[in-house]
């Protein structure tokens, strides 16, 4: 008996270095088509496990204190993350109403992505 054995493409996931996957994604700021919404810009693209955890949150607050200056390099920061639009923005209301981290108060946000 010969056991013939058939095996679906496999979709491999980015590296770095390698081109990003175009997607469509609803966000705290609306939606984005990427990559057609950031031609002829450089975009860095961040994640986080989880909203409400605290190094999550000093790091999205650095990024997002960043953001002009990112801007002034024509780049832009697009945030991802496992975590539904709504949780996002419940932890961007904490963010800016209880939260202060290196004398980062009310910082504007950054778009985050929903998964």
């Not at 054995?5 to 939606?31: K, L």
């Not at 989880?50 to 832009?76: I, K, L, W």
């Amino acid at each position: 008996m010969t056991i013939t054995e058939t095996t679906a493409p496999v979709a491999s996931m980015p590296r770095i270095g390698d081109p990003a996957p175009a997607f469509t994604a609803q966000t705290t700021q609306g939606v984005i088509d990427f990559p057609a919404d950031y031609a002829g810009k450089w975009v860095i693209f961040f994640s986080h496990p989880a909203d409400f955890t605290p190094v999550c949150t000093s790091e999205f607050m650095t990024f997002a204190t960043m953001r002009e200056q990112f801007a002034g390099y024509n780049t832009e920061l697009v945030g991802l993350s496992v975590d539904g639009l709504y949780s996002h923005i419940a932890w961007l209301r904490t963010i800016k109403d209880k939260i202060a981290f290196r004398d980062m108060k009310d910082v504007e946000s950054a778009i985050r992505a929903d998964r």
